[in-house]
């Protein structure tokens, strides 16, 4: 047998096990899986050994924003930071300029991402214009799900989340039963926005400035009710939900509720809620500004649980690229300041070095990153795992090394707001990570190119509905 390339002597992370493999890439593809590679002929080969071969991660929620604000970071810069990070799959969101809500935009999106883009990309569309032809044409043009959000627009930014934000019921109720009809996953960032916004006011009017107002403004029963109310309206609907950036206890037991009587939503978190609590606003001031908040050590050990217990499906970054200068507003004037951090470099790192310390096995390290936001998804098995015939989107990680975070080595265009992870240390290391079968990050290097990542499209069909 003829491979392009063989990564010979790796601990293969498979769904089940680990199991020392020689692996056959050729055209972008997974083509041998075998104890002994014997009889392969490779044009390169990797010898991989005392290393691990994963999956490469599949970040099921990710910001770059592109076109809009370039500044901030576009598809080339952000999809490097993601290759660096061993992530191989960005599901971007819709925030862009104009939202990404109608086909055009969508069209549009998708052939800047298929240009610049180092990793395989998914576009998310936006429902809330609730017009079924624009929705439906973003289905046609390969919309790997849809987005909503509970709240208004962030201040100062309605033309970014235009089709968005979907805050009154009867324009959600709308929604839902559009994007139902679609199959397709409809994420949801669910925080009440009148009770947030009544928060909001009497801080403001307390004269309130300090980051930790920030919290104090969307308490958890903010994000509980709104999860409430959506599933509750949910029931009779039956779109595909899934509950984004779960931060705490509270959210996570509604979750557990409807789920215990059959509602099929999926929820996820991020690493901030499981590496960080509110104690660290004080190190990284709004630059820890992130909807939800982080919250209390409680909450983070109720985070964990819903992982080991299957509550969560999945961990993904909410990668956010802003400028420091909108970032220091807070300064100023704290509810100016837009919320979110970059991440996208840590995910692996953090999961993997929760695995690497025998908290997690590796295969649901795995699983959380990249396997069952696959399968949610309508991607598996394409991608999401190594198997004969998936893509070939790997990492070679170094369990042995070390890897600590430094400003100098991110590659995501917000290095300077990554406050939270600055000079924190992880077991492990992404020395490698290959794309449709190709290198495009090696030795702490970019040696891909723009245009690399495919835009990936989802099978409504294979929407895994129960987890
Ligand atoms: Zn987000």
């Given at each position: 047998?003829?491979?392009?390339t063989?990564?010979k ?9 680990v ?17 002994d ?13 005392g ?12 910001h ?5 604000y ?19 799959t ?14 055009d ?17 998914g ?6 214009l ?32 235009e ?32 009770l947030?916004?009544?928060h909001t006011?009497?801080l403001?009017q307390?004269?309130r400035?300090d980051?930790?107002?920030h ?77 939800p ?21 999945a961990?993904?970054?909410?990668h ?16 100016a ?13 953090g ?35 190594i ?15 070390e ?16 406050k ?27 040696v ?20």
């Amino acid at each position: 047998m003829q491979v392009d390339t063989l990564i010979k002597n790796a601990r293969v992370a498979l769904e089940t096990d680990v199991s020392e493999m020689d692996v056959g890439l050729r055209d972008g593809r997974i083509i041998a899986l075998a104890a002994d590679s014997t009889g392969i002929s490779a044009d390169e080969t990797i010898d991989a050994a005392g290393k691990l071969l994963l999956p490469g991660a599949i970040d099921i929620h990710f910001h770059c924003r592109a076109p809009a604000y370039p500044q901030r970071g576009d598809f080339a810069t952000e999809t490097r930071a993601a290759a660096a990070g061993g992530v191989t799959t960005v599901f971007e969101m819709p925030i862009s300029k104009p939202c990404c809500a109608t086909g055009d935009v969508f069209r549009m999106r998708k052939a800047l991402g298929e240009r610049d883009a180092y990793v395989n990309f998914g576009l998310y569309g936006a429902p809330g214009l609730l017009d079924r032809g624009e929705i439906d044409d973003m289905v046609s043009e390969g919309a790997i799900g849809f987005k909503i959000f509970m709240t208004a627009a962030p201040k100062g930014r309605d033309d970014e989340f235009e089709g968005l934000c979907l805050p009154q019921a009867p324009e959600l109720y709308q929604a839902l039963n559009l994007v139902a009809e679609t199959g397709l996953v409809c994420a949801v960032h669910a925080e009440n926005n009148q009770l947030l916004e009544w928060h909001t006011a009497q801080l403001i009017q307390a004269n309130r400035n300090d980051v930790p107002a920030h919290g104090e403004s969307r308490p958890p029963h903010v994000e509980a009710l709104a999860i409430a109310t959506l599933l509750a309206l949910n029931e009779s609907i039956g779109a595909n939900l899934h509950i984004a950036h779960v931060s705490g206890a509270e959210a996570l037991a509604v979750i557990r509720r409807f789920k215990a009587t059959g509602s099929t939503v999926s929820a996820e978190t991020c690493p901030h809620y499981l590496f960080f609590t509110e104690a660290d606003l004080e190190r990284c001031g709004p630059y820890a500004k992130i909807n939800p908040p982080l919250r209390k050590e409680a909450d983070q050990a109720a985070i964990w649980d819903g992982l080991l217990d299957g509550t969560l499906l999945a961990i993904t970054t909410d990668h956010s690229p802003f400028l420091v200068e909108e970032k220091e507003r807070a300064r100023e004037d704290l509810w100016a300041a837009p919320p979110g951090a970059p991440g996208v470099e840590e995910l692996l790192l953090g999961v993997m070095h929760e695995a690497l310390s025998k908290r997690i096995s590796v295969n649901k390290a795995i699983e959380l990153v990249a396997t069952n936001g696959a399968k949610r998804f309508g991607v598996y098995p394409e991608r999401g795992v190594i198997a004969v015939g998936a893509a070939a989107d790997l990492v070679i990680y170094d369990p042995e090394a070390e890897t600590t975070i430094h400003r100098d080595m991110l590659f995501t265009q917000a290095r300077d707001c990554d406050k939270l992870y600055d000079g924190m240390s992880f077991k492990g290391k992404v020395e490698r990570t290959i794309v449709n079968g190709k290198t495009v990050f090696h030795d702490g290097d970019i040696v891909g190119a723009p245009g690399d990542g495919q835009f990936v499209r989802p099978d409504a069909a294979r929407v895994q509905q129960v987890f």
